[in-house]
């Protein structure tokens, strides 16, 4: 099975995410429904890894948090984009959970991402060249943004590859303790 621990977007989140979708040549958007913000990617695991990754996440303790989703970026840059993002006003609680679930994965027997976390919420893929109006399209829509939202648990995802693109089924939620504010 394919792993990854993520937060959940309300259903209002989402819809202002879907508005932008649209009007961006060649884009493959993703689906309202699988609009998440990563915390850590996993990957392949069998079923007694995928149990001990579920047991050490529910150890995980950190208070909740809002967050907000404003701006849109890219990974890649000139003929090799990857893909589009609205990004996360990350702020120090973020910050505590990402690094608790990943001190949480590493004692499950993963070894520690490689990559630097860049909170965002992919709103679409790109394959092969750019899409021209990419610059038009970030023009148009820089203004993006949401309300915040309470954060009150984080989910280990499992990722169904299909013909239409990925499916993602929540296996796991872990609540987050009340915030002191």
Known sequence: MRLFVGIRLPAETRAILERACAGLEGARWVRPENMHLTLRFIGEVGGTEAGDIDAALGDVRAAGFELALNGLGHFGNGR??????????????????????????????????????????????????????????????????????????????????????????????????ASAE
Do not use: C, I
């Not at 023009?139 to 995802?157: C, D, G, Q």
């Open 80 to 177: 090799k984009v990857r893909a589009l993002w609205a990004a996360v006003e990350a702020g120090q609680p973020l910050a505590r959970l990402h690094e608790k679930v990943e001190a949480a994965v590493v004692r499950a027997g993963r070894e520690p991402e490689g990559r630097k976390f860049r909170p965002h919420v992919t709103l679409a893929r790109f394959k092969g060249r750019p899409p021209r109006n990419l610059g038009d399209y970030l023009e148009a829509h820089n203004r993006l943004s949401t309300p915040a939202f309470p954060v009150v648990a984080f989910t280990l995802f499992e990722s169904h590859m299909g013909h239409g693109g990925s499916h993602y089924e929540a296996l796991s939620d872990y609540a987050l303790e």
